[in-house]
């Protein structure tokens, strides 16, 4: 399905009650999950049925994190194995079913425990960038609010709403960087579909679960939605061989130049 919006949609679990038993605590060594895509290009299946775009691990690597693969068709029981194991999970962009998709169906158990976590006091981000933002909004509004936007390949400066100063994801953003990011066009945009802002707040789902950080308007004046924030958990691996065996070192990227990633992990 679709090109995929761009832009990061953070998972917001809520603010209120951050949990005391956490408060104090850092994670030194946070280890990231990024959700593998099924290979649909015919001429990149005979390296593997499933990848994860290299860009998404340089990204989450340059923040200090490692990375774990999420593959896809396990089972709930090692789905939720890996779940309390890691700190947060990517579900990243590409192109996918939002519904019927391996994909869709695994990052929609990451979205159940999550959901679960929260209730019981404890945080697990979830990320989502392009068809991940989609995903997100599926996976809350419980059906598909996206409508086509004419926002394919262009470069943007934020609309920070008034909720960006104090939100998790920007507050700690230094004023040079916020500034630059709501004036210069820093952010790049390759989707035909988004959120749109009225079907955000005709949705009582979506309005209710999520704040709007930022909009954008398309080329047509279309105004669509992006972003929001993530809490700290301290899930870890039982211990360091386990770690060791999961992370994505065990694997090497390929270097795919037709593909627009470039560099692709395959499994
Ligand atoms: C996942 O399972 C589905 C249904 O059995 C199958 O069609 C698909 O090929 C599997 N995908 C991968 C990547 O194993
Ligand atoms: C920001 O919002 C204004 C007012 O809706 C709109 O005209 C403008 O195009 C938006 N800027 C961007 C970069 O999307």
Same mark, same amino acid.
């Given at each position: 399905m679709a090109q995929a919006v761009l832009l990061s949609v953070l998972l917001l +679990?809520?603010? /209120? /009650? +951050?949990p005391r038993l956490h !408060? #104090? @605590? =850092? *994670?030194?060594r946070p280890i990231i999950g990024i959700l593998a895509q099924e290979t649909l290009d015919a001429d990149l299946l005979r390296y593997g049925k499933t990848y994860i775009a290299a860009p998404y691990v340089k990204y989450l690597e340059s923040a200090g994190c490692r990375v774990v693969p999420v593959r896809l068709n396990l089972t709930n029981d090692e789905y939720e194995k890996i779940f309390h194991s890691i700190n947060g999970i990517i579900f990243p962009g590409g192109s996918s079913? #939002? @519904? !019927?998709?391996a994909f869709a169906k695994a990052a929609k158990k990451f979205y159940e425990l999550a959901l679960k976590a929260f209730d019981a006091g404890d945080y697990f981000p979830i990320w989502g960038t392009c068809l991940g933002l989609q995903l997100l909004s599926v996976l809350t509004a419980g059906k598909n609010l996206l409508t086509n936007t004419d926002s394919e390949n262009i470069a943007l400066p934020l609309n920070l !709403? *008034? $909720? $960006?100063?104090?939100s998790k994801m920007f507050q700690k953003f230094p004023p040079d960087v916020y500034h630059a990011l709501s004036s210069e066009p820093l952010t790049g945009n390759f989707h035909d579909f988004s959120i749109s802002v009225k079907a955000f707040l005709e949705d009582e789902k979506l309005s209710k679960f999520y704040s709007i950080l930022s909009t954008n308007n398309d080329r047509k004046g279309v105004e669509f939605v992006s972003t929001m924030e993530a809490r700290k958990n301290f899930h870890h691996f039982k211990n360091l061989k386990e770690e060791e065996a999961t992370l994505i070192y065990n694997y090497s990227p390929r270097y795919v130049? !037709?593909? /627009?990633? =470039?560099q692709v992990y395959f499994f």
């Open positions: +679990f809520g603010c /209120s /009650s +951050f !408060t #104090l @605590k =850092i *994670n030194q079913d #939002l @519904k !019927t998709s !709403t *008034n $909720a $960006a100063a104090s130049p !037709t593909s /627009s990633y =470039i």
